[in-house]
Nanobody
Framework: QVQLVESGDGLVQPGGSLRLSCKAS????????LGWYRQSGNRRVMVATV???????TGPSVGGRFTASQDNNDRHTVYLEGNNLIPEDTGVYYCKAVTINRDGTMSDYWGQGTQVTVSS
């Protein structure tokens, strides 16, 4: 089992910046990927991810304005940084962990989500 706790900015002005953090606990040794997803209405999209080896990826729908990174001292804490935010970036941001189980299967764990609103 992995537990995820998100925290960070709630209200951001258009053109402003965003920084969210996600701390994983529990069976962290099984984590393969930590990432961020955004839900707006009934649509959930991948924003950015960080793999256990430090490799990063950014979702194609967010225009390269977001980056996920690991904490320098704790690779099970990941950050999401965004810049030049637009109202369409409004949504609930979820942290997700992808883990590998002893039998080789994969599992997904989700945080509780944090609301981000981009508005003046």
């Amino acid at each position: 089992q992995v537990q995820l706790v998100e925290s960070g900015d709630g209200l951001v002005q258009p053109g402003g910046s965003l920084r969210l953090s996600c701390k994983a606990s529990g069976n962290v040794g099984s984590i393969m990927i930590l990432g961020w997803y955004r839900q707006s209405g009934n649509r959930r999209v991948m924003v950015a991810t960080v793999a256990a080896n430090g490799g990063t990826d950014t979702g194609p729908s967010v225009g390269g304005r977001f980056t996920a990174s690991q904490d320098n001292n704790d690779r099970h804490t990941v950050y999401l940084e965004g810049n030049n935010l637009i109202p369409e970036d409004t949504g609930v941001y979820y942290c997700k962990a992808v883990t590998i189980n002893r039998d080789g299967t994969m599992s997904d764990y989700w945080g509780q989500g944090t609301q981000v609103t981009v508005s003046s």
